[in-house]
């Protein structure tokens, strides 16, 4: 790991290694989409809303993997003082935020048509919401000093004490909300799914995945360059 | 144990001396809840209804809004560099600011929150639970909230930021608060709800320190 922290070399590799990713997000996506909307079955009770779920659990379950990773990106910049892990954490977090803000979106979309309503307090979907906000919140102290080592430092604890508190949120609301409503409202088909279903829904979950890698090395690339404009300008202006 | 009484003492000494914080979070705890009536409607089992979650609600705003004097007016006037200096911990340090803000704000709430459950219907059998739950919540709420509080020492516009930071992570004290006081009102087992609050309580008590004196390093960096 310690090989990939000096920061030209991995602006050397991640060159290489940038567009092979976006090929096969491009790829991942076509045949995953494909599949989604042409050979994949429409649900018996759903119907063709059940589409939605292509995009919707990808896009879920890249909500709570970005999460993870800006965790863990953030104990190592922490702990082993990694230069890149700083930039990765902070890369990660508007993307994760998109992800969730995606999932809770399409999830609306879908409510509409199969419980009547846009927003059920669900506990699935109310923590998806509390994630959103974590991810807000990340990225509001990120943004909210002069220093932007300091950004980068305090957002790592919050991130990591987020980390900490992700389930026992998840398990107070699945508490909470077992206490306040009947059963459950969604069901998803039960653990079967048929091949045919699940072949694209995995396609796009990979899909979503190399998306995200793609995002990053694009977005640490950028905030490498960005970070030598800026030092290139400060010498300028103190004549060094 | 001797130094961690005499920082206690000290906040002690100085928020009382400032006099009027304990006061005003009190004053808005009760002016909080006081507007739901107006909201809902003065109609007795709507209000008895939502008693307990207004209460809470209002409990954690109030906890929530006298946290950034918690370490902001020491790191502005430099005292919190020295008592990082100090040969204690800064973890017991913070420990000893949070017992120090708890007795501050959060048993005045606990005080007040009998009065505010008459304003609001409770039903009686609430009462002991709601303040029980209190006490056990409440001070989870300062451990929490000192992480928070440490980590936007310097930044711009602190206050709503801190908002934005700590909330999200009081859902889970929420939920076991009112939970509790739900089941005592409707005469359902109280104990797995205030096992999960006591649960929190100690779980914080035993990491937050850590991640708020992690907070303040970096501050004073």
Redesign the interface.
């Known amino acids: 790991m310690h090989r990939f922290a000096n920061p030209t070399r991995f602006l050397k590799i991640a060159g290489y290694v940038q567009p092979w990713m976006a090929a096969v997000t491009l790829a991942l996506f076509a045949t995953g989409l494909y599949m989604a909307f042409f050979t994949a079955p429409p649900d018996y009770q759903q119907g063709e809303s059940v589409r939605i779920m292509y995009v919707h659990v990808p896009a879920a379950w890249m909500g709570m993997f970005c999460y993870a990773a800006m965790a863990i990106a953030s104990a190592v910049a922490l702990i082993w003082k990694h230069p890149l892990a700083d930039v990765a954490a902070k890369a990660t977090a508007p993307v994760g935020a998109a992800f969730t803000f995606l999932a809770l979106a399409t999830g609306s979309l879908w409510g509409k048509p199969m419980w009547g309503t846009w927003w059920v307090w669900d506990a699935r979907l109310t923590s998806m919401l509390i994630l959103l906000f974590l991810y807000i919140g990340y990225m509001a102290l990120q943004g909210a000093f002069d220093d932007r080592a300091r950004g980068a430092k305090a957002s790592a604890v919050l991130a990591l004490v987020g980390a900490v508190n992700l389930p026992i949120i998840k398990f107070s609301v699945d508490w909470w909300n077992t206490l306040h409503q009947p059963a459950s409202v969604i069901k998803m088909d039960g653990p079967s799914i048929h091949p045919d279903m699940l072949w694209p829904l995995l396609i796009m979950a990979v899909g979503f995945k190399t998306y995200y890698m793609w995002v990053l090395l694009v977005r640490i690339r950028q905030e490498i360059t960005a970070n030598k404009v800026r030092i290139l300008r400060l010498k300028q202006v103190h004549g060094g | 144990m001797a130094k961690f009484m005499e920082l206690v003492k000290r906040d002690l000494a100085l928020a009382f001396r400032q006099g009027m914080d304990s006061l005003m979070v009190v004053a808005f705890f009760i002016i909080a809840v006081v507007l739901f009536p107006f909201g809902v409607g003065p109609e007795v089992n709507t209000l008895a209804k939502i008693a307990g979650g207004t209460i809470w609600v209002a409990a954690l705003l109030s906890s929530m809004l006298s946290l950034e004097r918690l370490f902001q007016t020491d790191y502005d006037d430099g005292s919190l560099e020295l008592l990082a200096l100090a040969p204690i911990p800064l973890e017991v340090t913070v420990l000893a600011k949070v017992v120090a803000h708890w007795l501050t704000t959060g048993l005045p709430l606990i005080i007040t929150a009998p009065l505010l459950a008459v304003l609001m219907q409770l039903p009686m059998d609430g009462f002991g639970t709601l303040i029980l739950a209190l006490a056990l919540g409440t001070p989870t709420l300062s451990l929490i909230g000192a992480?928070g509080a440490a980590?936007?020492l310097?930044?711009?516009?602190?206050g709503v930021?801190l908002s934005?930071?700590v909330?999200?992570?009081y859902?889970?004290i929420l939920?076991?608060g009112v939970?509790a006081v739900?089941a005592a009102i409707f005469d359902e087992a109280v104990r797995p709800h205030m096992l999960?609050l006591g649960a929190?309580f100690v779980?914080a008590l035993a990491?937050?320190p850590w991640?708020a004196a992690?907070?303040l390093r970096?501050?004073l960096?």
């Open positions: 992480v980590l936007i310097g930044s711009r516009r602190g930021l934005l930071l909330l999200p992570l859902i889970p939920i076991f939970s739900d999960f929190l779980g990491l937050t991640a992690a907070g970096q501050a960096e």
